[in-house]
């Protein structure tokens, strides 16, 4: 807003400092599971019903342990068995969910104990 004073000629600005807050929330949070397969335990992922994708399992040092194609949310649980067989031994694991379509990834970790 600008005013000018006749008598004088001086022009007065008066400004106006308006702030803003939004909040931004991340859909790519990181989840955390503890699994014990020697107590029949289970990971189930946080997948919706009509979810199609995939859920990989990493180890460590970034070697595939566990794959599986999700077609209408299911299956979408772990029990710990790698796909070479055999229980996966004591230690964090790394998994991704990935859609078929759309860009939204979900990743986090599982931390085996026996």
Do not use: C
């Amino acid at each position: 807003v600008e005013k000018t004073n006749l008598n004088s000629g001086s022009t007065f600005a008066k400004t106006e400092k308006k702030s803003f807050q939004q909040e931004i929330k991340s859909h790519n949070e990181a989840l955390e599971f503890i699994l014990n397969p020697d107590r029949n335990e289970i990971v189930t992922f946080p997948v919706e019903e009509d979810f199609d994708g995939e859920i990989a399992v990493y180890n460590a040092t970034g070697d595939l342990v566990f794959k599986q194609v999700v077609n209408h949310g299911k299956p979408n649980q772990w029990d710990g068995m790698m796909q070479t067989g055999g229980l996966a031994p004591s230690g964090q694991y790394g998994f991704v969910i990935k859609p078929k379509e759309g860009t939204e990834i979900k990743q986090g970790f599982v931390t085996v104990v026996r």
